[in-house]
């Protein structure tokens, strides 16, 4: 049974920085593409950030470049979303989301696609105050 936990989500100052984890289980971790979502009420699942599976070409959406990274963990089963410079328009639920994209080629044009992923996590909620 795949589960994807997400956590590290709190409510934070604007210019504050969080680091959100996904732990993964059921899934071969270094042969999957992962990414982050996050949705804010009223508004459709939105794209942050995706790694592929070999860990290179990691890509953004333009709103978050220069201020979030994405990674995942050398031993564990684990994805990271590390924020700085928190916005009050980053408030959101952020999901992580897993599957297999096929070769780099599918990967560039998929990754931002939430489609494409069929293994999702429950989410957790990010609070950026002003």
């Known amino acids: 049974q795949v589960q994807l936990v997400e956590s590290g989500g709190t409510l934070v100052q604007a210019g504050g920085s969080l680091r959100l984890s996904c732990a993964i289980s059921?899934?071969?971790?270094?042969?999957?593409?992962m990414a982050w979502f996050r949705q804010a009420p009223g508004n459709a699942r939105e794209f942050v950030a995706a790694i592929d599976r070999w860990g290179t070409g990691p890509k953004y959406t333009d709103s978050v470049k220069g201020r979030f990274t994405i990674s995942k963990a050398r031993d564990r089963p684990i994805l990271y979303l590390q924020m700085t410079n928190l916005k009050p328009e980053d408030s959101a639920v952020y999901y992580c989301a897993t599957d297999r994209l096929g070769n780099s080629d599918r990967w560039s044009r998929y990754a931002s696609n939430p489609e494409s992923y069929m293994y999702w996590g429950q989410g957790t909620q990010v609070t950026v105050s002003s």
């Open positions: 059921g899934r071969t971790f270094d042969r999957d593409d």
